[in-house]
């Protein structure tokens, strides 16, 4: 695991309501589920028994990740900066060969959701244009290279 996770104040919170509802909500349900389980008897043969240890294994696991990353967390200040491209940087980018256009907001590996527009910091297309002008052309090293142009940072 990394030292740092870069979030948003936004994507902290989100992270803290998560880890909240598991340790408050979901571990009492999945004890509940254990605990009419082992009423069946015999747990050497109770599929349900095996399937709420799974879950509860997952959930154990899953608040042990957030307790990490709330506790390593490091706010990402939105840069005010529209002259280079910076984590917290929204940015309109056009692929060179195609001529798309697509916006993304440069965001923490935690956040990252390419489908709503917020790419991870360690992609390697936010590493090819983070620290970059607008104007620029970039190679963004992938299993096929290509290149794409800073068209703005809004």
């Given at each position: 695991?990394?030292?740092?996770?870069?979030?948003?104040?936004?994507?902290l919170?989100?992270?803290?309501?998560?880890?909240?509802?598991?340790?408050?909500?979901?571990?009492?349900?999945v004890?509940?589920?254990?605990?009419?389980?082992?009423?069946?008897?015999?747990?050497?043969?109770?599929?349900?028994?095996?399937?709420?240890?799974?879950?509860?294994?997952?959930?154990?696991?899953?608040?042990?990740?957030?307790?990490?990353?709330?506790?390593?967390a490091?706010?990402?200040?939105?840069?005010?900066?529209?002259?280079?491209?910076?984590?917290?940087?929204?940015?309109?980018i056009?692929?060179?060969?195609?001529?798309?256009?697509?916006?993304?907001?440069?965001?923490?590996?935690?956040?990252?959701?390419?489908?709503?527009g917020?790419?991870?910091?360690?992609?390697?297309?936010a590493?090819?244009?983070?620290?970059?002008?607008?104007?620029?052309?970039?190679?963004?090293?992938?299993?096929?290279?290509?290149?794409?142009?800073?068209?703005?940072?809004?």
């Amino acid at each position: 695991m990394e030292d740092k996770y870069y979030v948003t104040e936004e994507g902290l919170q989100k992270l803290k309501e998560e880890y909240d509802n598991l340790v408050h909500k979901v571990r009492d349900e999945v004890k509940q589920e254990l605990k009419e389980a082992r009423a069946q008897g015999d747990l050497s043969e109770n599929a349900d028994y095996d399937a709420a240890r799974d879950r509860q294994a997952q959930v154990e696991s899953r608040i042990t990740q957030l307790e990490y990353q709330i506790k390593n967390a490091e706010i990402i200040v939105e840069s005010k900066s529209t002259k280079y491209v910076r984590l917290g940087s929204t940015v309109e980018i056009q692929e060179m060969d195609t001529k798309n256009k697509l916006t993304y907001t440069i965001v923490g590996s935690v956040e990252a959701d390419p489908l709503a527009g917020k790419l991870s910091n360690v992609t390697p297309l936010a590493e090819a244009i983070l620290d970059q002008k607008v104007g620029t052309v970039v190679t963004v090293e992938a299993k096929v290279p290509y290149e794409v142009k800073i068209l703005r940072i809004l």
